[in-house]
């Protein structure tokens, strides 16, 4: 079983920037894909950005040079920075692990003010 806790979310003006970290604990496998995705209200979770543990990303277009994706293995941290914040950015944002199964973290709301 692996657990996950998101923090981080909040409200920010647009422009702004957020910062978003996801604490993997339990059974860890070494090759494990972490991402995050979010849920806007009325429509379909979407992916955000992966990160393999050897580092990899990847980004949905939406995000691509606002958002990084980063990681830190020794505490099984995956990260999001989220820069130039946009009102269509507001969502619960959800942590995903996959290893040998996959899980899901219980969100944080991030709300962009417009």
């Known amino acids: 079983q692996v657990q996950l806790v998101e923090s981080g979310g909040g409200l920010v003006e647009a422009g702004g920037s957020l910062r978003l970290a996801c604490v993997a604990s339990g059974t860890i496998v070494s090759g494990n894909t972490m991402a995050w995705y979010r849920q806007a209200l009325g429509k379909q979770r979407e992916l955000v950005a992966t990160i393999t543990s050897g580092g990899r990303t990847n980004y949905a277009d939406s995000v691509k040079g606002r958002f990084t994706i980063s990681r830190d293995n020794a505490k099984n941290t995956a990260y999001l920075q989220m820069n130039s914040l946009k009102a269509e950015d507001t969502a619960v944002y959800y942590c995903?692990?996959?290893?040998?199964?996959?899980?899901w973290g219980k969100g944080t709301l991030v709300t962009v003010s417009s």
């Open positions: 995903n692990f996959v290893g040998v199964r996959m899980y």
